[in-house]
C-alpha cells in the first residue's frame, strides 16, 4: 500500500525536510559565524562611523538606526540566495536523488527548503538586529518586531526562493556562486539599503522599484523605525505577492528538473 | 502480472546516445539483472524507470504506471538504492532511514518497528545511532538497501549493489538480496557490471551494450548458446598456424583469440585437452597455460559483442562532462 499523498503528507514532508536542515546547520554551525561577518562589520565601520552625519532624504533619527533594516535585509539576501547551495552539495553528495525519488509534491519540496533557508536567514537576521541595539539601536516593541519577523521571512523566501530556481537547473559549484555574486549586488545596492532611494536619479529610481529588496527593506524601516519611503501596505503585499510567485516557480522548476 | 515494461526506450545526451531504443518486460517477483560494461547505459536506464531523467523517446510503465504521465504513482511503487550513496552522512543511520519514512508518508507506529526491522535485517542495529560519516562503505551500502526496503516497494532498484565492496560483504549483499526476494516476492532490477553477480542473482539477464540490447534470456539459456565448455589456453608466441587449425577442427565450435588468449568452446572440454596439445605443438605453438571449466556470462558477452567486458570499462557509467567531480 502506497502511503500518503494527502495535505498531512504535503506537511510531514516540510517538516521532515526543515528538521534535517536544522539538524545540519546546528551540527555545522560555522555558516552562521560566515553570514553575518559582513553585516556585521558594516554596521560598525558605517553605522557607527557615519552615524551622527545628517544625510538629505533620511526620515530616520540617525544613519545607525535607518541602516539597521537594510543589514538586516542584506544578512536575508545573502543567507537566502546561497542556501540554493546547499541544493548543489546534495546534487553533488546524491542525497538530491533520495529526495527527488520520493513520491511527494515538488512544491512540498520546495517549501520545506524554503522553511529551514527562512528559519537560518531570520534567527541571523535577528542577531543582526540585536547587536545593533549594542550600538545604540533603540528596538521597537515586541508587537513591531514581531511585524518585522514577518518581513524578514517574505524577504527570505524571496531571495531563497531565487536560490533555489537557479540551483534546480545548475550543477557546478563555483558557476552557481559566481551568478549568485552577480544577482546579489545589484539586488542589494539599489534597494536603498545603504542610502534613501530618494536621492537615486529617476532611472536608477525606476530599477529600484522593481527590486523586491527594496520592498523588503522600506518595510522593515516602516515597522522597526515608524518612517518610510514606500508606505507599509504596499511594501507588504508587494513582498507578499513576489514570495507567492516565486514559490510557484520554484517548485515549477523542481517539477522540470532532473536530479543527477 | 508484469512489473515493468518498456517500449523504444530512448535517452540521448546531446549527441550521445546513451540508450537506444530498449524494449523488454520484467514478471513481479523476478530478479532481473542488467549486465553490461561502464557507460553501457545501465544506470541511465535506471534514473528513467526511477523518474530521475525523461526518456527522449519511447514509453515505461512500473506497476502499469506511466513513468513520466504518472510520476508519483510509479514513485509509491518503487526503492531505489543508488550506485553512489545518496545517504546524509551528517545524520545518523537511523535520522537517515526516519527521513524516508516521513517522505514516504509512514505512520508514526509503523516507522518505529520498520526501522527496527529494517536495520536488524541489515545488522546495522548496533551502528544506528552513529553518524553515517563513521560508516565503511558496506555498512552505507546495507543501510541504504534497508532504505530502499522500508516502504515496502513493489520494484526494487539496485543500481551496481556491491560496486567497491570487499569480496566477504557482496557475498553478505547477494543473500540479502535473495533471501528478500524470495521472502517477500519483491521484483528486483539489478544492474551489474560483475558476470558472477549477474549470474548468482538474476532470473533473467539483459545485456546492454553501447546502449543496445544484445541479449536477453536465463543466465542457464544464455550460456547454452556457447554450446558446451570453454577451454582457454594462453601462448608464448605466435600461434597464427595453431589458429588456423582449432577454428578447422569439427569438433571446436567457436574459437576467439585475443592478444596472447585463446578461447575454445566445445562439449565435453576435459576429454578434449590431449588432443588441443598435441595440435599445439605440431604447430610449434608454446602453450603457457590450458584451463577448462564451465562457460561463464563472461563467455556469453564475448560471444554477443566480441570483447570482453573489462576491456570496455572504464570511467564512469555517464557521458563525459555530465556528472560532477570531487565526491566525499
Known amino acids: 500500500m502506497p502511503y500518503g499523498g494527502d495535505s498531512m503528507s504535503v506537511l510531514n514532508v516540510i517538516f521532515v525536510l526543515w528538521l534535517r536542515d536544522m539538524k545540519r546547520f546546528v551540527r555545522a554551525p560555522s555558516r552562521i559565524i560566515g553570514n553575518i561577518t559582513l553585516p556585521f562589520f558594516m554596521l560598525v565601520a558605517l553605522g557607527a562611523g557615519f552615524g551622527r552625519m545628517p544625510i538629505p532624504g533620511m526620515q530616520s533619527p540617525n544613519y545607525l538606526s535607518f541602516l539597521v533594516p537594510g543589514m538586516v535585509g542584506m544578512t536575508i539576501l545573502f543567507s537566502g540566495v546561497f542556501s540554493g547551495m546547499s541544493v548543489l552539495w546534495d546534487r553533488q553528495y546524491g542525497f538530491l536523488k533520495e529526495i527527488m525519488v520520493a513520491p511527494v509534491p515538488r512544491v512540498a519540496i520546495v517549501i520545506g527548503r524554503i522553511a529551514s533557508g527562512s528559519t537560518t536567514g531570520v534567527i541571523q537576521a535577528t542577531v543582526i538586529a540585536l547587536f545593533a541595539t549594542a550600538l545604540g ?28 530556481i537557479f540551483a534546480s537547473r545548475m550543477k557546478d559549484e563555483q558557476g552557481f556562486g559566481l551568478i549568485m555574486n552577480f544577482l546579489v549586488l545589484p539586488f542589494l545596492f539599489l534597494s536603498g539599503a545603504f542610502a534613501p532611494i530618494s536621492n537615486l536619479p529617476a532611472w536608477v529610481r525606476a530599477i529600484s522599484c522593481i527590486d523586491p529588496l527594496t520592498y523588503g527593506i522600506e518595510g522593515l524601516r516602516a515597522v522597526l523605525l515608524g518612517s518610510s519611503a514606500i508606505a507599509l501596505p504596499v511594501s507588504f503585499a508587494v513582498c507578499a505577492a513576489c514570495a507567492v510567485l516565486l514559490i510557484l516557480t520554484g517548485a515549477w522548476f523542481f517539477e522540470t528538473s532532473e536530479a543527477v | 502480472m508484469i512489473a515493468v515494461r518498456t517500449e ?77 550513496p545518496a545517504l546524509d552522512s551528517r545524520l545518523t543511520g537511523r535520522e537517515n532511514l526516519e527521513f524516508h519514512a516521513l517522505m514516504y508518508g509512514m505512520p508514526l507506529h509503523e516507522r518505529r518497528s520498520r526501522i527496527t526491522e529494517v536495520l536488524s535485517l541489515v545488522e546495522l542495529a548496533d551502528k544506528a545511532d552513529a553518524l553515517v560519516e563513521t560508516y565503511s562503505g558496506g555498512m552505507k551500502r546495507r543501510l541504504e538497501i534497508a532504505r530502499g526496503l522500508m516502504h515496502r516497494p513493489k520494484v526494487l532498484f539496485l543500481d551496481e549493489p556491491t560496486i567497491g565492496l570487499d569480496a566477504q560483504t557482496r557475498r553478505h549483499i547477494w543473500e540479502y538480496v535473495k533471501k528478500l526476494n524470495e521472502d517477500t516476492g519483491i521484483t528486483m532490477i539489478l544492474t551489474t557490471h560483475y558476470m558472477e553477480e549477474a549470474d548468482a542473482l538474476s532470473h533473467r539477464v539483459l545485456i546492454l551494450d553501447h546502449g543496445d540490447i544484445v541479449a536477453l534470456d536465463t543466465p542457464a539459456a544464455l550460456k547454452d548458446v556457447l554450446g558446451g565448455d570453454v577451454m582457454e589456453l594462453t601462448v608464448g608466441n605466435d600461434a597464427a598456424a595453431f589458429i588456423g587449425e582449432m577454428r578447422a577442427t569439427s569438433w571446436i565450435k567457436k574459437t576467439v583469440a585475443e592478444n596472447d588468449m585463446i578461447r575454445l568452446t566445445m562439449e565435453k572440454a576435459e576429454t578434449r585437452v590431449t588432443a588441443v596439445v598435441q595440435a599445439a605443438a605440431n604447430h610449434g605453438a608454446v602453450l603457457l597455460s590450458v584451463s577448462v571449466r564451465k562457460p561463464s556470462l563472461d563467455d556469453v558477452f564475448i560471444h554477443y559483442t566480441g570483447k570482453t567486458i573489462r576491456e570496455n570499462g572504464g570511467g564512469n557509467d555517464k557521458p563525459r562532462g555530465f556528472r560532477h567531480h570531487g565526491r566525499r
Not at chain 1, 140 to 164: Q, R, Y
Not at chain 2, 49 to 54: E, F, Q
Open chain 1, 137 to 164: 539601536f533603540v528596538l521597537p516593541s515586541p508587537v513591531k518586531f514581531a511585524l518585522a519577523v514577518v518581513f524578514m521571512v517574505l524577504i527570505s523566501i524571496i531571495f531563497t526562493g531565487i536560490g533555489l
Open chain 2, 8 to 84: 523504444n526506450l530512448t535517452k540521448c545526451f546531446k549527441k550521445l546516445i546513451a540508450v537506444n531504443s530498449i524494449s523488454f518486460e520484467v514478471s513481479e517477483g523476478e530478479i532481473f539483472g542488467f549486465l553490461g560494461p561502464n557507460g553501457a547505459g545501465k544506470t541511465t536506464t535506471i534514473n528513467m524507470l526511477s523518474t530521475l531523467i525523461s526518456p527522449t523517446r519511447g514509453r515505461a510503465e512500473i506497476m502499469g504506471h506511466d513513468i513520466v504521465r504518472k510520476r508519483n504513482d510509479v514513485r509509491h511503487s518503487i526503492g531505489v538504492v543508488f550506485q553512489e
